[in-house]
């Protein structure tokens, strides 16, 4: 009973700290970029531009929750929903600290390659349920983004699961004490980075949304706390993504001195804000050249990871 | 490959620049005389009204948010009867002022016009005439222009010759 | 067809026609002055150069005036030759030379054919630095206003206005650089087709005066395609409104019907819709005497409903002047029996004997264009300058129709206008008049009888007889009238395409038997021959096919105590019926309900008032004086209450909850079961596209693309922007967003075409230049001869001679194209234009009453006494007095009649 509790507990606090988190990306994002633009962001509503937060979700649950009359009504709400829930079933597996997970799930892996193929529904949904050409083309490329990428992002994976033998992410953390596989596994790093990028449709891969061309993609229709599901829905992704860098590359909680979860969220919280930086740096590519990208480079470059990998551990005779 | 580092590394090593932001309200930026704010009408080296309601700013406008009405006095002069700009509209383009065949419509450096209230935001003609001809001192269409208006005959214009005599029959 | 070569393609074209028109047609942009396709070619501008080469291996060529060479087999030209565009470049910037720097100020501007074409030629800069020349201008009147700087010298006005239109009033000054076109000295162009000035001029030296009063620019306009109101002739128009008035009316092209131009009645007639007068809300009187309060529109029609309700006996008298649409509802309203053509008995018989006379076998009534090509024409007894000026206009062309063969047997094109008329010169096709006073046409006649009705229906009689023994033959006529009789059927019979015209002006039955009487026998011998009558009103003969007894029968009705109930549509009935008659029927009925647009006197007398709309506001069909029935558009919403007249019949009858009788929703359905229940306007679904009907999934844009002021024009009001309003009754939209390119004639809202921003763009929506509208001129004619039908010439008598009495007078109405028509008189510039109430007398009378012009005299019948000042007309018959038709204090009374008149 008491285990049950604690186990509760630990999960509403990963809920929170996490809704947090995301929340704060939105100032942090904007203040990194305004230093790395030679500007401020935001810096009017309190210290340093805080109470933007608040501020922010102030305005977004106060606007009119409003849906288009063309709309399919109940998938139009449905969508932002299924974004949320996916992602943050997604953190369940994520061991923050020895103890300090969810569930600690032998396929955890698995779960997530599961779930992030899901929260591609959430977009299909949304554009398809607008009736906006825009968003249907935005909710096309994502589709399409998302099984590209999905594909090597998985293959990628498989040299660390090989390393570690197991799907299970504490496992996985654990057999990083002596080498971080960011090393042995520099390439699969290298392809999960793109891979992650493009699931979490951020900048340069941010093609779904493309304000340029498609106005706002998929959520075009979108407006208040709906809107504000999609915003968070990204954030967390970038979180998500952040903390399985760190879980499956860099030894997760795995660190001198400080308590494991403190080095988990140091970790992550760098990888959070090279995501940023990324953004500020790169252009977003064509579409047709992030594709050809994807299956002409990046499928290739995961297969011959995998066979390398799986040779080298092979000779190893393991 | 390298480049992509190397841009990344570049954007990164702007955290140590100086930041351009002015900070608006505290510190006012300097605001050139040709900037495109607040419009306003002029009027004539000799005081009276520039605008001849000729409608091309109203045609121009992109958002349509100028509207007037043209008549004209006893002596054939022509003038807005009112003359509206709904400013909560307007997108600040200039091309009325560049359309205007006249120099009475012309954008000034003033920006700072907000309103709580949207309908503060339509002037009419007396929120928008000013007392002097602006950007363009001298210039005074009727001058110009053929048609005759009190205080100045035909002929009498820059560049006219006096009216022809229609019953000479001197060749 | 001949085949020329423009810039090395090959193009099959019509030979005969000029170079220019060819070009025109083939959708080339040849830049144009003096040419004009109704007054063709002059060549005095030199704009329209193009290059000329002899033959495929000539490389120079040499330049050619496009509008003077006429089209041959392999001509070689070229429009894109850099000579030639040199040329015409240096033509423009020789004609600006002198323009002033005005655009701005330019009524023209905006819709400016100088302007179009300065920029068709790429003329940007003035070089010169020469002073520019001026002129003093004149004060022309009350319709157009003179800008003589503008000048470019061209002679369009004078050609229209002397050559075509026949005015003797304006003309070209001066010599070398310094001509002046315009009237030898100040005061109104004299001419009733002077307001075309306006379009002919391309450029702003003519504007019209009352559109200068409420300026605004053509792209600013919101426009629909109308039907002028003010007389039969139901000319085809433009209705131009900003900011919720009528602004402007402009020629809408239709080549059976008004072809270029429009008479000043139609063109500045229009102010009456944003007339003081007008009626915007309902008003509901309690008591007769009471004074009317404003009512809303449910209150009234709750009082209406009440009124009604209590008293049975419900009649509705109808009106020419209003809709088919609006009268068929009535007439639903109140059932066909007790439903009353809003005219009096005596023009009753006339429209049904003229309707009669349309559908009798093998003779047509003509469309305006066919009168225009009459060889020969006989006009009966109507003063058409005056009743119906454009036909007047038509007629003026048809007598050059003869002597144009001189210019065939010297193989001159026709289009080749000055050498034409120096070959015609004052010769002239054969046109006889007969009517009891001068008109205005009288100059062009070979030959013209002074007489009353009686006499002039004898002499049509007298023609009749001698091309067919069949008609019945006058007795004791004179030897004069006789051998007149003789000459004219002599020229009817030569002729191709002979024309016999008369109407009701005279309002004799015995003169449009006449005329009947000449066209049939006239066919009888195998010469194909024209009918045409002209109406009083534009409505008429659509009214007289509704059907209805006359207003004596409304009267005599409500008199024997039959009716209780009255509802008047937009009829005044003071102007229609004798004052008394009137009097006693207000006396007499107990409610009275009347639909009008103005305020008069039956206005004054209702019980509730209920404000229609006026053509500007509502869409309906009118019937012309051809029998062409005619879609009209609504331009603007309305302000206030104001709608349709059939909307508030409707509206009435689901206050009595009668909503059976009246179960239409838009237009459509009341045009649906008007074709339906009435055979004879089965065919007024065809006139115009019906509501549903789109362009490209879009309605048709009434304002223009560049409509400027959207976010604007109400943001004093409100900063919301109010949604366009919804139009259930016609494929337009009020909007600017629509469809903006070529739509189906009848619903052409406005010519405009990329780079002809002037209403010379309509080249671009006909078929070919001068000829019919692409997709057919609009408007069905309903009325056509039917071969079963014969009715022979039964009740056709020959009428006594006329004779003069010594106490009396008879009075006949004398026309006035300004001042005759009632709504135009609201308008101030007609109002301006029109005479003041006078008495015409003969010589003879005024001597034997002792009177000279401007005397005093009263005229005096029954009850009534007018006190007016004499004229005298020297050419008026013995025995005749005119009285002005509809001149204000002159209305009330049906004429002819016998008057006794004595001075005072």
Known sequence: MKGIILQTGVALAILGVLVAMSAGLIWLERRLLGLWQDRYGPNRAGRLGLLQVPADMIKIFTKEDWAPPFADKPVFIAAPAVIMVTVLLSFAVIPFAPGVAVADLNIGLLFFLAMSSLSVYSIVLGGWASKNKYSLLGALRASCQMLSYEVFMGLSLMGVVMLAGSFNLRDIVEAQRDLWFC???????????????????????????????????????????????????????????????????????????????????????????????????????????LLSFGWKVMLPLALLNLAITGGVVLAAGR | MVSLLKAMWIIFLHMFRKRETILYPEQKPYIP???????????????????????????????????????????????????????????FCGFCEEACPTYAIQLTPDFEMCEYKRPNLVYEKEDLLISGPGKYPDYNFYHVAGLAIKGKEKGEAENETPPVDIRSLLP | MAVIYIDNKPYEVKEGQSLLNACLSLGFSVPYFCWHPELHSVGACRQCAVKQFRNESDTRGFIIMSCMTPVEDGLCISIDDPEARQFRASIIEMLMLNHPHDCPVCDEGGECHLQDMTVMTGHVRRRTRFPKRTYRNQDLGPFLNHEMNRCIQCYRCLRFYRDYAGGRDFNVFGIHQRLYFGRYEDGKLESEF??????????????????????????????????????????????????????????????????????????FGYEFVNSELRIRRPLVRDARTAEAQPANKAAALKRVAQILRKTPGLIGIGSPRASLESNYALRKLVGPDRFFAGVSGAEQRLITAILDSMRKPSVLSPSLQEVERADAVLLLGEDVPNTAPRLALALRQSVRVRPMTLADQLCVPRWMDHAVRLVVHDARGPLYIATPYRTRLDSLATKTLRGAPDDIARLGFAVAHELSTDSPAVAGLSEEAQSLAHEIAQALQGASCPLVMSGTGCGSMAVVQAADAVARSLRKTGRPAMLSFIVPECNSLGLGILGGGSLEDAVERILKGDAHNLIILQSNLFRRLDRETVEEVFEKIEHVVVLDHVANRCVERADVVLPSATFAESDGTFVNNEGRGQRFFQVMVPQGDVQASWRWIRDIADALDKGELAPWTSLDDLIADMAASVQRLKEVVRIAPAADFRMTGMRIARESHRYSGRTAVTAYVSVHEPKPPQDDDSPLAFSMEGFQGHVPPAVIPRFWSPGWNSIQAVNKFQSEVGGPLAGGDPGIRLIEPMENVEKGQEGAIVPEPFRPRTDACLLVPLFHVFG??????????????????????????????????????????????????????????????????????LSGFVLPRWGKIRAK
Request: hydrophobic fraction near 40%; glycine fraction near 10%; include cysteine.
């Open chain 3, 820 to 889: 005759s028509e009632e709504l135009s008189m609201l308008s101030p510039a007609i109002a301006e234009a029109a005479p003041e109430p006078y008495v015409g007398l003969s010589p003879e009378d005024a001597d034997r009453l002792g009177l000279r012009d401007g005397n005093t005299v009263a005229v005096r019948w029954d009850e009534t006494e007018l006190t007016l000042p004499a004229k005298i007309m020297d050419d008026l018959p013995g025995g005749l007095a005119g009285l002005p038709h509809g001149l204000p204090g």
């Open chain 1, 183 to 289: 090393v042995p596994q520099f390439a699969g790093l290298i392809i999960f980075l793109v891979a992650g990028f493009a699931e979490s449709r951020r900048l340069p891969f941010d093609l779904p949304e493309a304000e340029n061309e498609l106005v706002a993609g998929f959520h075009v229709e979108y407006s208040g706390m709906k809107f504000g599901m999609f915003f968070v829905g990204e954030y967390l992704g970038i979180i998500l993504i952040s903390a399985l860098i760190t879980t499956l590359f860099f030894g997760g909680w795995l660190g001198p001195v400080l308590p494991p979860v403190v080095w988990f969220f140091v970790k992550t919280f760098a990888f959070i804000c090279w995501f940023v930086l990324i953004r500020a740096s790169y252009y977003r590519p064509r579409y047709d050249q």
């Open chain 2, 33 to 91: 005389p040709r900037w495109r704010g607040r419009i306003i009408l002029s009027r004539d080296p000799d005081g009276a009204e520039r605008c001849v309601a000729c409608y091309l700013c109203a045609a121009v406008c992109p958002v349509d948010c100028i509207a007037l009405q043209a008549t004209q006095d006893e002596y054939g002069r022509r003038y807005p009867e009112f003359f509206r700009i709904n400013f909560s509209r307007c997108i």
């Open chain 3, 194 to 267: 002077s307001g075309n000035l306006v379009e002919v001029c391309p450029t702003g030296v003519f504007t019209d005066k009352t559109f200068m009063k409420h300026f605004t620019r053509k792209w600013d306009l919101q426009t629909a395609p109308s039907i002028c109101v003010h007389c039969s002739v139901g000319c085809n128009t433009i209705v131009g409104e900003r900011y919720g008035t009528v602004r402007r009316i402009l020629n809408r092209f239709n080549r059976e019907v008004n072809g270029y131009f429009l008479c000043d009645r139609g063109r």
